[in-house]
């Protein structure tokens, strides 16, 4: 039995489905971030691919991703990934996506810290990675957890260049763990479902596997780095004891 043929929309009737408006659907289609519509005549029709797509970049917009970070993501996707891929794309990103950044005044700053903040918590703040400089006086702030975290930190008497340097460490293992992560998960979940013609029964239990993959996997990291510090610290205070 054929499949039957998908509902296609104007551009009226796509605003109105996914309530962005008509001169935000063409500016993105603009920028590419949207494939171009059908043609029947002069009019443009628009199918569920490009429903999945506005869909998929209002969330990414509202979990702080800027449109050239939406467009560097949409690039590295397959001009053929419908719907279904879309959707699998947004599951995937959703449950990582970090605090988003709102950006505020020096004030607005410090009543999300919660106390007034010197130059120099300031400055631990933005190596902290929580805070960004967005002009005289404005910020961008991560979220109240993060934030709340790196409050707490900058009241260790570390210095800016420290937190610099730990950071950059950190961002320079964790992106090779995450790339390791994500091999393992495109095997042995991701291509199966594939591979299985991404049966509709399977969706739900995706979707709650990639939700509960995000707390798993930093409990995980959280144990691993824990004991291997343990285990750097005790090995180096071994050979600090062997004789010269």
Known sequence: MAEPEPELLTVDQLAARTGTSVRTIRYYAGRGLLPPPRLRGRTGLYGPDHIARLMLVAELSALGFTLTAIEKHLERLPPSAGPEELALQLALL????????????RAGLEERAGRALDEDTLERLVAYGVVERAGTERYRVQG???LAAAIGSSDVELSA???RRSRAVIERHTNALAEDLMAVFQEDILQPYRDAG?????RGRLAAALVGLKPITVQGVATAFGRAVNRTIRERAEMSREPA
Do not use: C, S
Request: net charge negative; no cysteine.
């Open 94 to 105: 959703t449950p990582w996506a970090p605090e988003p950044f709102d950006e505020v005044d």
């Open 144 to 146: 109240q957890v993060a």
């Open 161 to 163: 260049e420290f937190w």
């Open 198 to 202: 991404r049966p509709a029964e399977q």
